[in-house]
Nanobody
Framework: VQLQASGGGLVQTGGSLGLSCAAS????????MGWSRQVPGKEREVVAQ???????DYADSVKGRFTLSRDNAKNTVYLQMNSLKPEDTAVYYC?????????WGQGTLVTVSS
């Protein structure tokens, strides 16, 4: 299974960015897909995740600002990020969990300037 993420970049505080991540390969359902982020010196944290049956969870720090969506037919997960803050600056990783195995994308940098 391979995951290819795109999007990210530089945005000002209060701006918006969208990330997308397409998975390919032998994917067995049900799956969970989501996004995590990491800043240097800190542990990677889950930002948003979605099970195969539509349940979606968000970290408290992004609730109301980030929206995860997925297209199961395309094995693609999206993250729409609004009202961005400098503390959202991080490398964002998409992931897919299938049959107890986690697969990760390559990471994409999101920088929010103050």
């Amino acid at each position: 299974v391979q995951l290819q993420a795109s999007g990210g970049g530089l945005v000002q505080t209060g701006g918006s960015l969208g990330l997308s991540c397409a998975a390919s390969g032998s994917i067995f359902r049900p799956t969970a897909m989501g996004w995590s982020r990491q800043v240097p010196g800190k542990e990677r944290e889950v930002v948003a995740q979605s099970g195969d049956f539509g349940n979606t969870d968000y970290a408290d720090s992004v609730k109301g600002r980030f929206t995860l969506s997925r297209d199961n037919a395309k094995n693609t997960v999206y993250l729409q990020m609004n009202s961005l803050k400098p503390e959202d600056t991080a490398v964002y990783y998409c992931w897919l969990r299938s049959r107890g195995t986690d697969y990760w994308g390559q990471g994409t940098l999101v920088t929010v300037s103050s």
